[in-house]
């Protein structure tokens, strides 16, 4: 009788646990979207990272009871050690901002929010916090399941910027090769660090390297004035994730 009791504790706490990894929150059909997100990560294969297939459910209980156990320099286990580093992010933007950590590995990501239109979903990959890979969407999202792809976009950054009489010299840093279907740098500039950006520029990705020269409307700009700008590669995947802002202090 008592080993009956302690089996049906334990498929209780089994269930619960399931329940845990497997969703966000408790799923309502009628109101919520349970939106599975399909990564494609070129990401991975610029790392040398092999994706993990998904785990069965059972897979994933019984590793999250279990305790991993440590590894020599020649297992298996210390080339994924290695890439602790790297950090995968979702960020579900609509009337509030809520932010999801991903498996380093995953090609596929499923979270349950509330339904409602006009929500930006946002994957970004960094390597020791710089940002290097990314995608995004914005859809519609009613009540029920949903699949959305996303395809990861190489990232840069700028690394400096030079400011001349009739020109501004941007220093572009590339954390991941350009593929070879991208076309074209787009800059963007605002005057407050959390937005709204404007495009400024296109510049054709043949036509760049370390510099990357453009000419402002300085007619418009404000003397003393922060100005803020951001990166990003577009192509025949879409436009990727604007980098993080650089500020210049325009003061001629």
């Known amino acids: 009788m008592f080993s009956r009791k302690i089996t049906g504790i334990m498929i209780?706490?089994?269930l619960a646990a399931g329940i845990a990894i497997t969703t966000t929150r408790c799923y309502d059909n009628d109101k919520d979207a349970r939106v599975t997100i399909h990564l494609e990560r070129n990401d991975l294969a610029a790392m040398g990272i092999q994706p993990q297939p998904e785990k069965h459910f059972i897979d994933r209980v019984l590793e999250f009871f279990s305790t991993r156990a440590e590894a020599s320099t020649s297992s298996p286990w210390n080339s994924i050690r290695q890439t602790s580093s790297c950090t995968v992010t979702l960020q579900v933007s609509g009337s509030s901002i809520k932010t999801y950590s991903i498996p380093y590995d995953a090609t596929q990501y499923t979270v349950i929010i509330p339904s409602a239109n006009n929500i930006t979903l946002t994957i970004i990959s960094s390597i020791s916090n710089n940002k290097n890979w990314g995608g995004h969407?914005?859809?519609?999202?009613g009540p029920g399941d949903h699949d959305i792809t996303i395809k990861m976009i190489p990232m840069t950054r700028i690394g400096f910027i030079e400011v001349n009489v009739s020109s501004i010299n941007?220093?572009?840093?590339y954390f991941s090769t350009p593929p070879s279907n991208a076309t074209s740098l787009?800059?963007?500039i605002?005057?407050?660090?959390?937005g709204p950006y404007s495009k400024?520029?296109?510049?054709?990705i043949g036509n760049f390297d370390e510099w990357t020269p453009y000419t402002d409307n300085?007619?418009?700009?404000?003397?003393?004035?922060?100005?803020y700008y951001k990166l990003s590669i577009s192509g025949s995947?879409?436009?990727?994730?604007?980098?993080?802002?650089?500020?210049?202090l325009y003061n001629p």
């Open 218 to 227: 300085k007619s418009s700009f404000i003397s003393g004035t922060i100005y």
């Open 137 to 141: 969407t914005t859809v519609d999202l």
């Open 12 to 14: 209780i706490l089994l």
């Open 170 to 173: 941007l220093g572009v840093d």
């Open 190 to 194: 605002s005057n407050s660090i959390n």
């Open 237 to 248: 995947d879409g436009e990727g994730v604007l980098s993080d802002a650089y500020p210049v």
């Open 200 to 204: 400024v520029e296109t510049v054709p």
């Open 186 to 188: 787009n800059v963007y």
